[in-house]
């Protein structure tokens, strides 16, 4: 099994590696805007931002829409372009992967569940790869701009711009919505997106897993995990049914759901 995950993680990168580039620019330039809209905005106030304001500005996602008041609703555009493009770079290399090669690898192995447990641990890997990078690349957005390497959020500032009331939050809990939270989303939501994948059609799993994000940003309800990831959606925030607690164990059960209904029915398809 370890011979499988090394071929994926191998193979894998190397067959995303165009799609790595273009979230680099793409990471790049949303973190051009969001920086100079920062500093535009908050004027005198921008010298006292922190590490963690500029990963709100970034990563925060989209205002709390109240029920009923669905005409003030804007597409969150820069937000979205994070979560599609690290959907299209996870897409369609486990089904291209047994299409070739792979029904070698396949073959060889003892038994299936092998083959996919190679692949959701190159599906994870890659993922907090490229949060990495983009907390990273943040981060020397941060510094450029001359912000304190803080995680401690500046109220003035994520309150203008990353549209949050942090008046109830917990010491460290923007931070961990802010930090752990995406990661958690992005693998479960990924997870998901590979077993449909696999199930149906590549397109499926990237419609289903893309629903849920472009949904997420409208309606705040718990079904819709992605809100645990979005900061202006949090219960301390906007008083809303998504609690910062709650998160990490609605993404660990649909991660585990997912990993199982995957692993059943790929042990049972006819891949000839």
């Known amino acids: ?21 273009f979230f680099v620019v793409l990471i790049t330039w949303i973190n051009y ?43 969150p555009i820069l937000w979205l372009a994070i979560y599609v493009v690290i959907a299209y770079t996870v897409g369609s290399y486990p089904t291209q992967d047994l299409r070739g090669y792979g029904q070698h690898i396949l073959m060889r192995s003892e038994k299936r569940i092998h083959w996919w447990i190679g692949k959701c641990v190159w599906n994870s890997v890659v993922v907090i790869f490229m949060f990495c990078v983009l907390y990273g690349m943040t981060a020397i957005n941060a510094m450029l701009h001359h912000a304190r ?39 479960a939501l990924s997870m998901l997106q590979m077993a449909i994948e696999l199930i149906i059609v590549p397109i499926a799993g990237f419609f289903v897993s893309q629903s849920i994000v472009f949904l997420s940003t409208m309606y705040t309800i718990p079904v819709l995990f992605v809100n645990y990831a979005i900061l202006p959606h949090n219960g301390f925030s906007s008083g809303s049914s998504i609690h910062t607690l709650h998160g990490p164990i609605v993404c660990i059960l649909v991660y585990a759901i997912t990993f199982i209904i995957g692993a059943v029915d790929f042990e049972r398809c006819d891949i000839r």
């Open 1 to 21: 099994m370890i011979g499988i995950c090394k071929y994926d993680l191998k193979e894998g990168f190397k067959a995303i590696r165009v799609k790595l580039v």
């Open 33 to 75: 805007v969001t920086g100079n809209t920062l500093n535009m905005q908050m004027g005198d106030i921008s010298r006292r931002a922190t590490l963690i304001d500029y990963i709100a500005c970034v990563i925060g996602g989209p205002r709390y829409i109240p029920k009923g008041q669905m005409n003030s609703y804007v597409i």
């Open 149 to 187: 390497m803080s995680l401690t959020p500046t109220k003035e500032i994520v309150g203008l711009v990353a549209y949050t009331n942090l008046e109830n939050a917990g010491k460290n809990e923007v931070a961990f919505v802010l930090l752990v939270m995406p990661v958690m989303v992005t693998l």
